[in-house]
């Protein structure tokens, strides 16, 4: 254990997003984020146990910090699917699912904690519920082809259910013949556009 160099007065924000960060960390290399303890962020970080208990009263306060923070970076990787291309919502939809698998892929840990574990998070300002920025973004992308918001939402909906079991199953489900990702999120694609 290397050990961290104390924060300059007044720069106890910069900790928080430390351990936070630290903790993601081990999260992403764990099968189960609960297996995480405090102990152990505070050896990889470098400090004393009871000085996460200044930023965090629980170790479910401190994985809910870092959950909130996945769901901003997976937010952020989908949002690269409209500034890539100025194609059409089918050609949108496909590089949001294509970006959906490749988060899922490099970061199986990360996706793991956002999408196999349900926790109590305070939603963030102006959602109704945890995703609400990610699911609009399919809303938005698929809303020149729907007749209305409701039919929008609903294509939405169908559209990120086929992405995400085509994604979460090929794992345990390895024998089965899939098709190519690529190929199957286009089908998705196509026919939610249609």
């Known amino acids: 254990m290397t050990k961290r160099t104390p924060s300059a007065r007044g720069e ?11 903790a993601l960390q081990l999260v992403e290399e764990l099968d189960d984020p609960w297996s995480l303890s405090l102990r152990a962020v505070a050896r990889k970080l470098g400090i004393a146990a009871t000085s996460i208990y200044l930023h965090f009263d629980s170790l479910e306060s401190l994985l809910t ?7 901003l970076q ?3 990787q989908l949002a690269e699917a409209g500034h890539t291309t100025d194609d059409s919502p089918k050609d949108r939809l496909v590089e949001l699912g294509l970006l959906y698998a490749d988060f899922a892929e490099k970061r199986p ?3 793991r904690t956002l999408f196999a574990t349900s ?14 920025p990610e699911f609009e973004l399919i809303v938005d992308t698929v809303r020149p082809v729907c007749t209305s918001d409701e039919d ?11 992405i ?5 199953l090929r794992s345990p489900l390895s024998k089965f ?7 199957q999120i286009n089908a998705l694609a196509t026919r939610i556009t249609s």
């Open 177 to 183: 013949p899939w098709p190519d990702l690529r190929e």
């Open 109 to 111: 840990g990360a996706f």
């Open 65 to 71: 910090a870092v959950k909130s923070k996945l769901w």
């Open 74 to 76: 997976f937010g952020e």
């Open 12 to 22: 106890g924000g910069q900790l928080r997003e430390d351990i936070v960060d630290t």
């Open 164 to 168: 995400h079991g085509a994604v979460v």
């Open 119 to 132: 926790w109590n998070l305070d939603l963030p300002d102006g959602c109704d519920y945890i995703g609400q």
């Open 152 to 162: 929008a939402r609903e294509r939405a909906i169908q559209l990120w259910c086929g």
